[in-house]
């Protein structure tokens, strides 16, 4: 018979409902018998001990906020008698605990992959049209569709551009972030070779927007300023047939999984996220990184209320050090623009069942498994170091999922439990909290985390997530947002706009 409802932890207060239920229907906790005395919707929680006004909500074996009134048993808990415990920013000391002992794999693993002229390996052999400013995003469609029908018989995949808003008309750090960003897409090994496309007179130059790309194989990249030539369609082609024929050189050989990099993500959050994606992603992280691979994780306000848990993983004091300072920098942010900073889960995550923002922090962290913290990057700060990576970035989805391709992250693993179309520039793998939005949601949905709740058990899942993960690298299977074109970006603006 199906369960009603979940304990997540032991001594949690309230327990989470796995269908509808009404008022009046009963549950059976610890051979207790507990009457429901609101009607209680799919994912939401249920007291299971009386709870005071002012005393913890429990879950995860957390505190989750605090009864803004006096909660019976049997009651609904969510935003009416519940409120956060969270208010500024604090100060932390430096606990570390005892790392994660990770399985050593027998023998070493393999992906089919791209290996490029400079060492790097990309998982797809694509031509990639970047524009340094969003003047010319008409321009950069129209040679992508050309280029596309021109080269469909070529050794590449496909040819793509990148459309955004930027590179015109902004000054310090939100150029900067435009071009880190930017640079790091022509940088990214899953791009066998990249056009460069300039208007002439935006902020994002050329000329200046090559000092920030630094040094970079001239046949792999081309630029043209469309301002300077006469038909700049009819030179981008001429540009775009060497590209193509340098990207069709490589061919797929095997490599070791230990060159993989894949970004942590989680969007549309229901009260699932924490008990069955975002839990399954974090043992794929630890299987990974038990391979020599790197995973990257941010939305770094999604971390408010459960930092403590990846501070305390720090490899070392500088590393302990850089984690606060992403956490509170981001707590800066929010209190400069006189935003509350502990105000995050958005309606939708409030429909699915998610109450406070620790609530959500708590699941979202789990992404990161309990692997060690090796390094902290800056927004646009590309991967160094092997191991879980934090990089500063938002929560919102395209942001966040540009900043870690832009990383280096060769896939993003976008645990969702209320489904979402988009991708970013590499395959976004979007794996579903509960089997009812996989059902329902065939064309969007990759992987289903919610065979958890039936049975499956997380050894075996996140085996069989790790093993589809490297057919992925493998371009054995490709993502939804891969069969649909969904490939965008997005970047982040702080400051004025002249």
């Given at each position: 018979m199906k369960a009603d409802y979940i304990l997540v932890y032991k001594n949690d207060n309230v327990v989470v409902a796995l269908k509808d239920l009404t008022e009046g229907d009963v549950i059976t906790v610890d051979g207790q018998e507990i009457v429901l005395r609101s009607d209680t919707p799919f994912g939401h929680k249920i007291a299971i001990k009386a709870i005071e006004k002012g005393d913890n909500i429990i879950k995860y074996g957390y505190p989750i906020g605090h009864a803004s009134e006096g909660i019976v048993i049997g009651d609904w808990v969510h935003t009416h008698n519940t409120k956060t415990n969270l208010s500024g920013t604090l100060e932390y000391s430096y606990d570390p605990v005892e790392p994660a002992k990770l399985s050593v794999p027998t023998k070493e693993k393999t992906f089919n992959g791209y290996v490029r002229d400079n060492g790097e390996v990309g998982i797809r052999n694509e031509v990639w049209v970047i524009n340094t400013v969003g003047c010319i995003n008409k321009t950069a469609e129209i040679i992508t569709k050309m280029a596309n029908e021109q080269f469909k018989d070529a050794e590449i995949d496909a040819v793509y551009h990148y459309p955004h808003l930027f590179g015109c008309s902004q000054l310090g750090d939100d150029l900067l972030n435009?071009?880190?960003?930017?640079?790091?897409?022509?940088?990214?090994?899953?791009?066998?070779?990249?056009?460069?496309?300039?208007?002439?007179?935006?902020?994002?130059?050329?000329?200046?927007?090559?000092?920030?790309?630094?040094?970079?194989?001239?046949?792999?990249?081309?630029?043209?300023?469309?301002?300077?030539?006469?038909?700049?369609?009819?030179?981008?082609?001429?540009?775009?047939e060497q590209l193509v024929e340098y990207a069709s050189r490589f061919e797929k050989q095997p490599v070791p999984v230990s060159k993989l990099k894949v970004g942590l993500k989680c969007g549309g959050s229901d009260a699932f996220s924490g008990i069955t994606a975002n839990p399954l992603v974090g043992a794929f992280s630890d299987i990974l990184i038990s391979h020599g691979?790197?995973?990257?994780?941010?939305?770094?306000?999604?971390?408010?209320?459960?930092?403590?848990?990846?501070?305390?993983?720090?490899?070392?004091?500088?590393?302990?050090?850089?984690?606060?300072?992403?956490?509170?920098?981001?707590?800066?942010?929010?209190?400069?623009?006189?935003?509350?900073?502990?105000?995050?889960?958005?309606?939708?995550?409030?429909?699915?069942?998610?109450?406070?923002?620790?609530?959500?922090?708590?699941?979202?962290?789990?992404?990161?498994?309990?692997?060690?913290?090796?390094?902290?990057?800056?927004?646009?700060?590309?991967?160094?170091?092997?191991?879980?990576?934090?990089?500063?970035?938002?929560?919102?989805?395209?942001?966040?999922?540009?900043?870690?391709?832009?990383?280096?992250?060769?896939?993003?693993?976008?645990?969702?439990g209320r489904g979402t179309p988009f991708g970013g520039p590499v395959p976004t793998v979007k794996i579903s909290t509960n089997t009812q939005l996989y059902d329902k949601k065939r064309n969007w949905i990759d992987f289903n985390a919610g065979e958890l709740l039936t049975g499956k058990t997380m050894d075996v899942l996140s085996n069989e997530l790790f093993e589809y993960i490297v057919d992925l690298a493998s371009k054995e299977v490709v993502t939804h947002n891969e069969k649909h074109g969904f490939k965008e970006i997005s970047i982040f603006k702080d400051g004025v706009i002249l």
């Open positions: 435009t071009q880190k960003i930017l640079s790091n897409l022509v940088h990214h090994p899953n791009a066998g070779a990249v056009l460069v496309l300039g208007l002439g007179c935006e902020n994002n130059y050329v000329s200046e927007f090559k000092k920030v790309i630094g040094d970079y194989d001239e046949n792999r990249v081309k630029f043209l300023v469309v301002q300077e030539v006469g038909d700049e369609i009819t030179e981008s082609m001429e540009l775009m691979g790197t995973s990257v994780l941010t939305e770094v306000p999604e971390m408010f209320g459960a930092e403590t848990i990846l501070m305390e993983r720090a490899k070392d004091q500088e590393t302990f050090s850089k984690t606060v300072d992403l956490v509170n920098d981001f707590k800066d942010y929010f209190l400069k623009h006189d935003q509350v900073v502990y105000e995050n889960p958005s309606p939708g995550n409030k429909a699915g069942g998610i109450t406070t923002l620790e609530e959500k922090s708590l699941g979202c962290v789990q992404k990161g498994g309990y692997s060690t913290v090796v390094d902290v990057l800056a927004y646009g700060d590309r991967l160094k170091e092997s191991g879980l990576n934090l990089l500063e970035g938002p929560g919102n989805d395209l942001v966040a999922v540009t900043a870690l391709a832009a990383a280096g992250a060769h896939i993003v693993l976008f645990t969702t």
